[in-house]
């Protein structure tokens, strides 16, 4: 089974890439929704997050916005939630990849923004970088957030720059003309990683 990574900076249009992906039946490991689920109302993550930050946690979940506010407190804050998610996570990748293949899968995508910071590329075959530019990404995020062009600044600064993740990159993929395009160039991708399959 071919492993194909899924990475891009915010507002890249890599979501829109996953669910190209889905369309074709490709199975698509979102690590931002196992994150959603695991500090879910009863969630694997919710327990030791109540012992790190208790105002974090109501009701058997997480609440995220002070989950938030606690991680950016300090590097400190930050490496302990790290430590406490990025273990979860993992599991479920892996258990994503035994399902994948037990099921007889020719391909699959692991969809993770933070996919070479976690270090998550040497389980891919091939990385796909989803790629906007600066003024489409700057203008989604602050739609889809509802925030200023200078906040959605400050969201760009704190991921992997662009070009450190294009240097790393097998595959680039456009997302800044439109849906179509980019949906050729996931054809043609699939196209060609077929004549790749094991």
Same mark, same amino acid.
């Given at each position: 089974? !071919?492993?194909?990574?899924?990475?891009? &900076?915010?507002?890249?249009?890599?979501?829109?890439?996953?669910?190209?992906?889905?369309?074709?039946?490709?199975?698509?490991?979102?690590?931002?929704?196992?994150?959603?689920?695991?500090?879910?109302?009863?969630?694997?993550? $919710?327990?030791?997050?109540?012992?790190? +930050?208790?105002?974090?946690?109501?009701?058997?979940?997480?609440? #995220?916005?002070? !989950?938030?506010?606690?991680?950016? #407190?300090?590097?400190?804050?930050?490496?302990?939630? /790290?430590?406490?998610?990025?273990?979860?996570?993992?599991?479920?990748?892996?258990?994503?990849?035994?399902?994948?293949?037990?099921? &007889?899968?020719?391909? +699959?995508?692991?969809?993770?923004?933070?996919?070479? /910071?976690?270090?998550?590329?040497?389980?891919?075959?091939?990385?796909?970088?989803?790629?906007?530019?600066?003024?489409?990404?700057?203008?989604?995020?602050?739609?889809?957030?509802?925030?200023?062009? /200078?906040?959605?600044?400050? !969201?760009?600064? #704190?991921?992997?720059?662009? #070009?450190?993740?294009?240097?790393?990159?097998?595959?680039?993929?456009?997302? &800044?003309?439109?849906?179509? $395009?980019?949906?050729?160039?996931?054809?043609?991708?699939?196209?060609?990683?077929?004549?790749?399959?094991?």
């Amino acid at each position: 089974m !071919l492993v194909l990574g899924l990475t891009g &900076g915010m507002g890249a249009g890599k979501s829109t890439i996953a669910r190209l992906f889905r369309l074709r039946h490709i199975p698509v490991f979102d690590a931002d929704a196992t994150v959603h689920r695991l500090q879910g109302r009863h969630g694997a993550a $919710v327990a030791p997050i109540a012992t790190l +930050c208790p105002q974090a946690v109501a009701d058997g979940r997480i609440r #995220r916005d002070v !989950l938030r506010t606690f991680a950016t #407190r300090s590097p400190d804050a930050m490496r302990a939630l /790290e430590a406490i998610m990025h273990p979860l996570v993992a599991q479920a990748r892996a258990q994503f990849l035994r399902t994948a293949r037990g099921r &007889g899968a020719w391909l +699959c995508v692991l969809d993770i923004p933070l996919l070479f /910071e976690v270090g998550a590329d040497r389980d891919c075959d091939l990385v796909v970088v989803a790629h906007a530019p600066l003024a489409t990404r700057r203008r989604r995020i602050a739609v889809r957030r509802g925030v200023s062009m /200078e906040a959605a600044d400050a !969201l760009i600064a #704190r991921q992997m720059s662009d #070009r450190a993740r294009l240097a790393r990159a097998d595959i680039v993929i456009p997302t &800044g003309l439109s849906r179509h $395009v980019a949906a050729v160039q996931v054809a043609r991708l699939l196209d060609r990683l077929y004549k790749l399959r094991p």
